[in-house]
């Protein structure tokens, strides 16, 4: 009896202690509130990317210094644009060439690394990128580049699934970080460029197996599955060609490539979508739907509850892709997105009503306002990029200079709420293109445009802005300004701070009432990730991935002329504060080493504050 009863109570113990180790689906939902782990892309579901933490402050970060680094290796350092997340003390981090790495959180020490075999061919619009990882049970589930989705022990890095979601080869891939939401495992397609169908997919995360698809593109079939994997219909999105002429919402883009964000208590995710396809807008008059739009889907029925379109009948590339972040704000629960058309948006997240639409970038060519009666632009029919067929040898349509650029007002870089200051802090890009349409046709796997463009500065002195956006006035509070366009995502704490990475290689913090910036460290590369913060063994960390890549470079004109000297990399880069006469160092090395890693007081006063990187072209 003694026996037995001791049995029990090792077994009940062991038991608690698999509870904890295991991601819950009560876990996701309270991660924006519980500062010892990052268990979501966003620092919690709705995406807020806000840390209650405030242990680093804007009266110590100034000292703020490097626990650890980590090389992601390989001989081809590309953009790193995911955000860590952080569970039992291991950092799970995304590279470039869909690769994931499994580290102790405390000390950097790598634990596993899983190299996914891309084949030849893949087709990634923007560098060879990926944006992160979702954690749920014991597993860590990313998608790779050539559309699958993969799922590995957290503690063994081995695969436990793998998933094929679409054919590559018809330029279907995938980069976004999974979203855990309701307790399925929700992700997009990206290859909106290629004619791809846009769709969001709903799976069980232990198995892998589909639960539902919803296609954003109007005129398709929803589909929903059995146990067994049997689909039945479930309902055609929208209504066929009422929106799209002929046959082209066959082959109509609108890929949801950013992945969703949820809030538990509409039960709704928000996925943005991205262009329409083909680029040249005079062969699909017609809105589009569900392209360039926030759809809000149920996720126990796997039906769009509503949708906002920004930019119908697109014309510039202005993927609607950007996270819609959810508030609170006087009893009700509002969304706000700053749309990569230059325009931010604040809808009731609960029925897609729009409450408020403001420009967030200082030129913006293609609509002078946001009618906010009927919730459509009011567009300037001149400054549309022109129809060939109407050109003397119908080949090139009449070319516009389009504000923005088609990398947007604001492209894949998260932006963050602070529920303290109630301001979005939004990395924000001033850039305009030269663009024309071109005639095209369908041919599978092969790019889809029927547009030529160049991307150009239009300022000598910046491109990038941080901007504190006021969602009731519309206001710009603060903004700081940068030399080259931002392309990291950004975090704020309840220590009244706001971090951001730049191109230029710095993680920076500035005081997120003021924007002035207070602490500033060179990480050796550009960085286009988001920083993430968390708390361990009483201490906060500070965590962003380094290494230049992604768009820009690629598709950048005569910006990425402007930055070229930018060098890529490939680090993850760990800051905490020094212990009192200690260092800030993790390990256990003796505090005579101390002195040599101690950040100087004021950190921010040694590095030069506006280097132009125009001179060095
Ligand atoms: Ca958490
Ligand atoms: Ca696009």
């Not at 066959?250 to 995710?269: F, Q, R």
């Not at 802090?425 to 092969?446: L, Q």
């Not at 500035?510 to 201490?539: C, H, L, R, Y």
Request: hydrophobic share 40%.
């Amino acid at each position: 009896m003694k026996l037995k009863l001791s049995c029990l109570l090792i077994a009940t113990a062991l038991a608690s202690m698999t509870a904890q180790a295991v991601v819950t689906d009560k876990m996701i939902d309270a991660d924006a509130s519980t500062p010892g782990d990052v268990l979501t892309n966003g620092m919690g579901t709705q995406g807020q990317r806000y840390s209650t933490l405030k242990t680093i402050n804007t009266s110590n970060v100034g000292s703020l210094a490097p626990a650890w680094a980590f090389s992601f290796g390989g001989e081809k350092q590309r953009g790193q644009e995911a955000q860590p997340v952080i569970h039992n003390g291991k950092m799970f981090i995304t590279s470039s060439y869909s690769r994931i790495f499994a580290l102790d959180a405390a000390t950097g020490k790598k634990l596993w690394k899983y190299e996914y075999r891309l084949p030849e061919g893949i087709m990634p619009c923007c560098d060879v990128i990926n944006r992160g990882a979702a954690l749920y049970d014991n597993l860590v589930i990313y998608a790779t580049l050539d559309a699958h989705l993969v799922a590995l022990n957290q503690d063994t890095g081995e695969v436990v699934w793998n998933e094929k979601i679409d054919e590559y080869t018809a330029g279907y891939s995938m980069s976004a970080a999974p979203l855990i939401a309701g307790g399925l495992l929700l992700t997009g397609v990206s290859g909106g460029e290629f004619g791809i169908i846009g769709r969001v997919e709903a799976r069980d995360p232990k198995t892998g197996k589909m639960v539902w698809v919803r296609p954003t593109i109007e005129g398709h079939m929803g589909k929903k599955y059995d146990k067994d994997g049997n689909a039945t219909d479930n309902g055609i999105s929208g209504t066929v060609n009422k929106s799209w002429p002929g046959d082209l919402w066959k082959t109509g883009g609108a890929a949801p490539w950013l992945g969703g964000t949820y809030n538990a208590k509409t039960g709704l995710a928000y996925f943005g979508t991205g262009n329409p396809a083909p680029w040249n807008s005079h062969i699909r008059q017609g809105d589009n739907l569900f392209s360039c739009s926030t759809v809000a889907i149920d996720v126990k029925t796997g039906q769009i509850v509503w949708h906002y379109q920004g930019t119908p009948n697109d014309g510039w590339d202005f993927d609607g892709v950007n996270e819609f972040i959810t508030y609170d704000e006087g009893g009700k629960i509002l969304g706000g997105k700053a749309d990569r058309n230059g325009f931010f948006y604040v809808i009731d997240a609960k029925n897609g009503h729009l409450e408020n639409a403001f420009p967030f970038v200082k030129k913006i060519s293609w609509a002078t306002g946001i009618d906010l009666k009927t919730g459509r632009p009011n567009f300037v029919p001149e400054n549309r990029p022109g129809d060939p067929t109407a050109s003397a040898d119908g080949k090139k349509g009449a070319s516009v200079v389009a504000t923005p650029s088609f990398l947007g007002g604001k492209n894949q870089m998260p932006m963050a709420y602070s529920p303290d200051t109630k301001l979005f802090y939004v990395p924000s890009n001033e850039w305009g293109m030269e663009i024309w349409n071109e005639p095209i046709t369908f041919k599978k796997g092969a790019a889809y445009l029927g547009a030529g463009f160049t991307i150009k500065a239009i300022n000598e002195d910046y491109i990038g802005a941080l901007r504190a956006v006021d969602p009731k006035t519309g206001k710009i509070v603060w903004e700081a300004k940068n030399n080259a366009p931002l392309w990291g995502g950004v975090m704020t704490t309840a220590g009244n701070l706001v971090f951001w990475g730049t191109p230029e290689g710095y993680l920076q913090a500035a005081d997120a009432k003021t924007g002035k910036i207070v602490w500033k460290f060179q990480t050796g590369s550009g960085i286009v990730a988001p920083p993430v913060t968390w708390e361990q063994n009483g201490e906060q960390y500070v965590a962003v991935a380094s290494g230049w890549g992604g768009a820009v470079p690629l598709w950048g004109g005569e910006v990425a002329k402007r930055v070229a000297l930018l060098e890529q990399g490939g680090t993850m880069w760990v800051f905490k504060l020094p212990k009192a006469g200690g260092n800030a160092r993790a390990d256990s090395t003796p505090a005579v080493a101390s002195k040599s890693v101690t950040a100087p007081k004021h950190a921010a006063a040694l590095v030069p504050t506006n280097v132009s990187l125009k001179t060095v072209e």
